[in-house]
């Protein structure tokens, strides 16, 4: 099965080893991104004030372009998916015909079909399937406790996004659950790292990553995993000086059960180097 | 909405009728848009019309008497009032027409209130549209026939669903008053939530010790039938004749051997969850809801016996020194015939574990306030110790959580459920008894407390020291054996965070969802929220718009015990008021059938939502049930051959009124 | 662009924001679930409050407006679906697009940079600069 698929900016340049390690083990597990050409950047956040048609150009365009090549969009970045899917909305609104045109005419590019947008790990639970996955698993991450963090972007606004319960999702501790790991209890699954909030309220963002990260202590979690590469950063990076658990990109570890080389898991990306904690639960063998 | 009036026999006195039209200024609400003069001058020319009076108030005495002297003087056989809605004074002029000799079904009312001057405010518009409407209801007043009231036997018996505190009181009331009532409790003993309380609010009133005079007097009230562990199955017949088919479940324990000694619950191995604990506890297969149970006769759980399920054990009937048990119990059907129904179903507690954020279901120190009052009561798991279900440790700190899915249209229900900010306030006072170095902050939105002693209530509480923290809790989890609960200040403007040892969620009341049930089964009117709509919100609070079914307690809404008590005696001084007439009448604008006609299709029968019009096999042609049709004409309407009519509201009169307009 | 003040201030904020704020009964679900809630001042309750007040010029010049990560926690388990965040950036859009900034790209580092992921930037420079 083949996806287009949009890596976004993040994930083409700073975490370029994250985006290559889910290429690779989405071909363990069957199915085959293939990168949408002279794709743009979807703009990084969604703009809620309600005459903003400007900043939803770069998404409209992006939509366009993948409807010409199918009728899937595939994100690995949970901002990305959720500003992709949220303009989507917007332009497929009833009633928002008037805005939709004029969105359409700044962009060259003409819509094929609606594209569906769906995450990663939409595609791992609805098209490939958990037991598919589990087959795939060549490494099982057994005795790994992990907390699946999923953050604010990929559960909210629940009308749009329509992933999984926003209070309590399952998804992503399903998808540990196939790869052999342990998904702990956590109460902090959806609530806010801070995000961009880093850039220039550094401390704010530290105190809530921190608290996100002593939740999922406290219940026993010795990793946490997530799904997209701000909430990556925040975790892995601002807990300076706190004896630290690692933090893993979701396919870091998709991509480590189903057999990939550990050179291409993308550790490089991670500040708190996970290889030695692999290596002490036996997992890197 | 039907006015059923009993009044003389007349003839039409003239070959071509006279009419006489009474327009009502309605103080401005008429007279302020419509030109009076105006209206009365052109209907005084139109035809048929013998005479024209306009009046200030015609609801009045002097208006009503001005249409009395006018029947007989200027001798008229038909009258039309051009005033407000019919809902609220058709039954006003047809009994001052019948007092006046006049067949009170030969009165019409011309709507120019809520219909013409109430929704423009363009004064020639009004005028006209006022006429146009006179002018089609003197078109239905020359074809109204004279009618006579349906007179309806009356089976002098009460059926009440549910003996909660509600159906109790009404089943008392109208037993006292001498007549035999029917009481079904669909668990094995009676008294609802109310026996599952430690103390009520504000008296502190313990709870069991006001309702058991009341549940001893049920039980053994000579005129009361109790059916517990029974559930209505279906209702057919309609107002002062109802057949009532009841289900009485297998209790496997023979109700006239067993003597209720308790040896049979001591022994029983099996287990299962206990609702009446609500969670707190667990029961044996063989149980009995509470030691003071009426009637003190315990049933087996199929489906945690042992014996029931795996055939081995029978230690309680091995044990039982009257061989009161019986394995082989099967449910069995009653019949009853009764001529009005009291629905009392009561109310549940909206789950909790729907709320995400709050952890309920996951977090076992986060309980409801059912669960709670489980705790405190003195006849509960606990002996009314406070103690926290994880490690029974007792709570050195609650935190309770108000309007726990109440006042919200995202979560939960979007109403106010009443009774929170009096029990809450209630627990924690008796909390602070019980623990008396524990800590109790209760979060809350508003602090409602509207009836008699409840704001001093609320203020012997603050006096306790119990602290009121402004602010709804955003989310509630974990973090060791400690709940953390987030919260807010907002009358000092902050987020606040609390850890407590426990946590009491005081979530919304809802519909019993088998009184919602029975309601849909019953074809009785309930809400969008699942409670039962009463006939009018002000002015019918007791009674339903389905002739003889009447409504008391929470099944209608939430309420606290004094209004749940109140509105039971309402409901059965309702069923005594039909108990006491000699005959009861139905309205007779109904359906009729042109035998001639009529083939038999069935149209009509699937169209009828009352039950009213059945197609008689033997003769192949339609019946209406004159005592169940409300003359709504649905059926007239889905009559393919033209063969049902209306009275009063033929399709003759209907054309003729449309072409007059 | 001048920013508006008093009745029509409040009306553009309502509009940019698609929220009505008397829907709001100022129960503090948002505050109490605000990640950031310790932080903001004011905090969302009290931001709604002041608009609630026809205090929106008030509102406008507090830091509390530039804290706010979009989480939408807020709207979420508001009871009354209003929805903060969006009041939040309406109130920003205001005061950047009179091209007034609050963070400047050019206090940010080379080290900075180099190690924070891009997409925080271009959200960070699309809510709080001009």
């Known amino acids: 099965m083949k996806y287009v698929y949009y890596p976004g900016c993040t994930l083409y340049t700073k975490a370029r080893s994250l985006d290559a390690c889910a290429r690779k083990a989405a071909e363990r597990v069957g199915f085959e991104l293939v990168e949408m050409p002279s794709w743009n950047c979807c703009g990084a956040i969604y703009n809620t004030a309600s005459d903003d048609l400007a900043a939803q150009v770069g998404s409209v365009r992006n939509l366009a372009k993948a409807s010409q090549l199918g009728d899937k969009l595939v994100t690995l970045c949970a901002a990305c998916h959720n500003v992709l899917k949220r303009v989507d909305d917007r332009l497929n609104q009833p009633g928002n015909e008037v805005e939709r045109n004029r969105l359409i005419t700044f962009v060259d590019e003409k819509f094929e079909r609606r594209v569906q947008v769906m995450h990663y790990l939409e595609v791992l639970k609805n098209d490939v399937g958990f037991d598919k996955v589990k087959e795939k698993v060549t490494r099982p991450l057994a005795g790994l406790k992990v907390a699946s963090y999923y953050g604010c972007l990929m559960v909210r606004p629940k009308e749009v996004l329509q992933f999984d319960d926003p209070e309590n999702p399952q998804v992503m501790d399903e998808l540990m659950r196939a790869l052999g790991a342990e998904p702990t209890k956590f109460d902090f699954k959806t609530e806010c790292c801070g995000g961009y909030l880093v850039v220039n309220r550094r401390d704010v963002a530290k105190t809530a990553s921190k608290r996100i990260l002593d939740n999922a202590r406290a219940w026993g979690a010795e990793a946490i995993v997530t799904t997209c590469p701000l909430c990556q950063y925040n975790l892995d990076k601002l807990r300076a000086g706190d004896s630290s658990i690692p933090v893993f990109y979701f396919t870091q570890l998709l991509g480590l059960a189903t057999g990939l080389a550990p050179e291409e898991l993308g550790f490089d990306c991670n500040s708190f180097d996970p290889v030695p904690f692999l290596e002490s639960k036996g997992l890197l063998s | ?661 | 662009m001048q920013t508006p003040t008093g009745r029509a201030l409040l009306r553009q904020i309502e509009e940019l924001s698609g929220q009505v704020v008397s829907d709001c009964y100022q129960c503090g679900c948002c505050t109490a679930g605000c990640p950031i809630g310790e932080d903001m001042d004011p905090p969302p309750s009290k931001a709604i409050r002041l608009l609630q007040l026809n205090r929106p010029e008030e509102l406008l010049a507090s830091e509390g407006i530039w804290m706010c990560a979009s989480c939408l926690v807020c709207g979420t388990r508001c009871p009354r679906a209003v929805d903060y965040a969006r009041i939040a950036e309406a109130c920003r859009a205001l005061i950047l697009r009179s091209r007034v900034s609050k963070v400047d790209p050019d206090t940010v580092t080379d080290p900075e940079l180099e190690e924070i992921p891009q997409q925080a930037f271009i959200a960070s420079f699309r809510k709080f600069s001009v």
């Open chain 2, 1 to 661: 909405m039907k006015s059923e009036v009993q009044g003389p026999k007349s003839e039409t006195r003239n070959p071509k009728p006279r009419v006489g039209v009474f327009v009502c200024h309605c103080g401005i609400n008429i007279a302020g848009t419509v030109k009076i003069p105006e209206l009365v001058e052109r209907v005084g020319k139109m035809p048929g019309v013998a005479v024209v009076k306009d009046y200030k108030y015609t609801c009045s005495d002097p208006g009503q008497q001005m249409i009395r002297d006018s029947v007989k003087n200027d001798q008229l056989d038909r009258v039309i009032v051009a005033c407000c809605s019919p809902t609220l004074h058709e039954t006003t002029f047809r009994n001052a027409c019948a007092e006046a000799g006049l067949n009170p079904y030969l009165c019409e009312i011309a709507n120019i209130r809520e219909q013409c001057s109430w929704v423009t405010e363009d004064k020639d518009k009004a005028t006209d549209k006022a006429s146009g409407i006179i002018r089609t209801v003197l078109a239905q007043a020359e074809n109204d026939q004279p009618l006579e009231s349906i007179v309806v036997p009356i089976n002098k018996r009460a059926l009440v669903i549910g003996a909660g505190i509600a159906g109790i009181q009404a089943a008392l009331d109208i037993a006292n008053a001498g007549y035999e009532v029917v009481l079904v409790e669909k668990e094995p003993s009676i008294g609802g939530h109310m026996a599952q309380l430690s103390e009520t609010f504000p008296t502190l009133d313990c709870s069991q010790c006001i309702l058991t005079p009341r549940t001893v007097e049920t039980g053994r009230h000579p005129k009361i039938k109790l059916l517990t562990y029974s559930e209505v199955e279906s209702v057919s017949g309609y107002v002062g004749n109802f057949r009532v088919r009841i289900r009485q479940k297998a209790r496997y324990v023979d109700f006239d051997a067993c003597t209720g000694c308790g040896l049979c619950m001591e022994k029983c191995p099996g287990r299962a969850e206990s609702s009446f604990e609500r969670g707190m506890a667990r029961r044996k297969a063989i149980y009995r809801l509470l030691p003071q149970a009426v009637p003190n006769r315990p049933v087996i759980d199929p489906k945690s016996c042992t014996y029931l399920t795996k055939g081995k054990c029978g230690v309680c009937a091995k044990i039982c020194p009257t061989q009161a048990i019986r394995y082989d119990d099967k449910d069995t059907f009653v019949e009853e015939e009764v001529g009005a129904i009291v629905m009392a179903t009561g109310y549940e507690l909206f789950d909790a574990t729907k709320l995400g954020a709050y952890g309920a279901g996951e977090v076992p120190d986060v309980i409801d306030g059912l669960a709670f009052e489980r705790l405190l009561s003195a006849s509960g798991p606990t002996s009314g110790e406070v103690k926290r279900p994880s490690d029974g440790k007792a709570p050195k700190r609650i935190v309770f959580v108000q309007c726990a899915g109440s006042r919200d249209s995202t979560q939960g229900m979007p109403y106010c459920s009443k009774i929170c900010c009096m029990y809450t306030a209630k627990q924690a006072i008796l909390y602070r008894h019980r623990v008396h170095d524990g800590e109790a902050v209760i979060c809350y939105i508003d602090v409602r407390t509207p009836g008699k002693g409840f704001e001093e209530f609320y203020k012997r509480a603050t006096d306790d020291g119990i602290q009121y923290l402004r602010g709804k809790v955003s989310k509630i989890f974990r973090q060791g054996d400690k709940v953390v609960v987030w919260a807010a200040d907002t009358l000092a403007g902050r987020k606040v965070e609390l850890e407590a040892d426990m946590v009491v969620l005081a979530t919304a009341v809802v519909a019993n969802p088998d009184g919602v049930a029975l309601a849909r089964k019953l074809k009785t009117q309930i809400d969008t929220h699942g409670f039962m709509t009463e006939a009018h919100p002000k002015l019918r609070p007791v009674e339903t718009l389905t002739a003889g079914f009447f409504l008391a307690g929470c099944g209608q809404g939430p309420k606290d015990i004094p209004e749940t008590v109140a509105q039971a005696s309402a409901a059965a001084a309702k069923v005594l008021a039909m108990f006491g007439s000699t005959r009861l009448t139905h309205s007779p604008t109904v359906a009729v059938v042109d035998e001639e006609i009529c083939v038999g299709c069935g149209n009509c029968e699937r169209t009828c939502t009352y039950d009213a019009v059945k197609v008689d096999e033997k003769r192949g042609i339609a019946v209406v049930n004159a005592a169940l049709c409300e003359g709504c004409g649905a059926c007239a309407m889905s009559c393919p051959s033209g063969a049902m009519n209306h009275k009063n509201f033929t399709k003759k009169a209907i054309c003729e009124m449309a072409d007059s307009f």
